[in-house]
Nanobody, 125 residues
Framework: EVQLVESGGGLVQAGGSLRLSCAAS????????IGWFRQAPGKAREGVSC????????YYADSVKDRFTIFIDYEKNTVNLQMNSLKSEDTAVYYCADRPYNGSYSCATDQYDYWGQGTQVTVSS
């Protein structure tokens, strides 16, 4: 059974950093695409960053490029999102999600099958 559990959210001042972690079980990273998504109040859920361990390409939303980094820690079996230079507009519930890899690292939310419960990130200005 695929399980995803996020952690690391919290309250941070604008310009600060947070690292989100998604503990994964029940699947192999090589067989799945995985990503981070977020949903702000009153807005649709959006893809933040997605990747597959099988190819070198990684997707980042324009709004987070050069500030966020997604990476897999194989020893801990986690997928992490390092978030730097946080802005108030980054405030949202952040989710990790995955799906069987089909050759694409697309970050479209409707393509992802398994979701964690989410972790709140609040950036104060």
């Amino acid at each position: 059974e695929v399980q995803l559990v996020e952690s690391g959210g919290g309250l941070v001042q604008a310009g600060g950093s947070l690292r989100l972690s998604c503990a994964a079980s029940g699947f192999r990273f090589d067989d799945y695409a995985i990503g981070w998504f977020r949903q702000a109040p009153g807005k649709a859920r959006e893809g933040v960053s997605c990747m597959s361990s099988l190819d070198a390409d990684t997707y980042y939303a324009d709004s987070v490029k050069d500030r966020f980094t997604i990476f897999i820690d194989y020893e801990k079996n986690t997928v992490n999102l390092q978030m730097n230079s946080l802005k108030s507009e980054d405030t949202a519930v952040y989710y990790c999600a995955d799906r069987p890899y089909n050759g694409s690292y697309s970050c479209a939310t409707d393509q992802y099958d398994y979701w964690g419960q989410g972790t709140q990130v609040t950036v104060s200005s």
